[in-house]
């Protein structure tokens, strides 16, 4: 049987060495990551695609002048899903990280002098601010993926608010405040296979069918987004525990050390005195 030999001199055995490196893993900061890292893949993926099919139904492969703020909301929102899936990539490892060492310290009673103790405890109280701050923005994330949801539970699940022209079932998008939308003022290229009408904000006949048919693909696509930040929230929430607990547990081990170098200082005094 194959044995190793500690720093102390001791030796352990193979299965006494797993057990040792499994007790040194930050299972609630994995736990939490792994979180993290499916509700993020979720969320980007499923935005980044949900936005780009918005801006290609209300504009109908350009037959439909958008405005310029309109596309620039779509780029801006479209490399942000990248750019914050990129930075909770790396926040989630460096919080990672921080539960590995702030696990292995513990057990291993390397934070124990004042500079890395202090120093150990300003880093984890750091993080469990910017996880707070980080956490609230998700929150209003959350919120606000809810309004595209029920703008396509309504005009697609619901279908509310249809009415009849000629015959043709149709839909205006100024009843739901979306006229900013579109750029009234230009003059598109309108399709032969297209019924646009003078109304730029109207789907009517075939353009109603498809948004109806694009809409509810839409809609499962803001719902998974949605679900996907709702679950990179609960991770949040998740390391903010892990955090709170490494930092209880860094400052009890300080004072823990420091009351026996008190100790040891006062028995060495008690020596000294005979």
């Given amino acids: 049987m194959t044995r190793y030999e500690l720093q102390t001199g001791e030796t352990e055995g193979c299965c006494d060495a797993c057990i040792r490196c499994l007790g040194r893993i930050p299972y609630a900061s994995l736990i939490a990551t792994i979180l993290l890292a499916a509700g993020i893949a979720v969320f980007c993926g499923s935005f980044y695609t949900a936005v780009i099919q918005t801006r290609t139904l209300f504009s109908f492969g350009d037959a439909r002048a958008v405005t310029d703020n309109f596309n ?7 490399w942000s899903a990248v750019g914050i899936t990129a930075f909770m990539g790396v926040y989630a490892f ?16 390397k934070y124990c002098g004042f500079g890395t103790g202090l120093g150990s405890r300003i880093t984890v109280a750091f993080f469990l601010v ?7 923005g998700w929150l209003l994330m959350s919120c606000m993926g809810v309004i595209p949801s029920l703008f396509f539970y309504l005009t697609v699940i619901v279908k509310a608010k249809p009415y009849t022209v000629n015959g043709n079932n149709c839909l205006n998008l100024q009843q739901f405040g ?6 009234t003022t230009g003059t598109p290229t309108v399709p032969a296979n297209t019924n646009l009408g003078t109304n730029m ?6 353009d109603y069918n498809k948004f109806q048919a694009d809409g509810f693909q839409l809609f499962n696509l803001y719902i998974v987004a949605l679900v996907g930040a709702l679950v990179v929230t609960i991770s949040l929430v998740h390391y903010l525990t892990c955090l709170s607990v ?9 004072r823990s050390y420091k009351y026996k170098d008190t100790n040891n200082y ?9």
């Fill in 266 to 274: 006062h028995e060495e005094q008690e020596l000294h005195s005979y």
């Fill in 178 to 183: 979306l006229d900013v939308v579109f750029n």
């Fill in 246 to 254: 490494n930092y209880a547990h860094l400052k009890n081990m300080a």
């Fill in 94 to 109: 460096i919080l990672l990280l921080i539960g590995f060492l702030a696990t292995g310290a513990s057990k291993e009673k």
């Fill in 72 to 78: 620039n909301l779509v780029e801006a929102l479209k």
């Fill in 201 to 206: 904000w109207e789907y009517c006949g075939n």
């Fill in 130 to 136: 910017l996880t707070y701050i980080i956490f609230i």
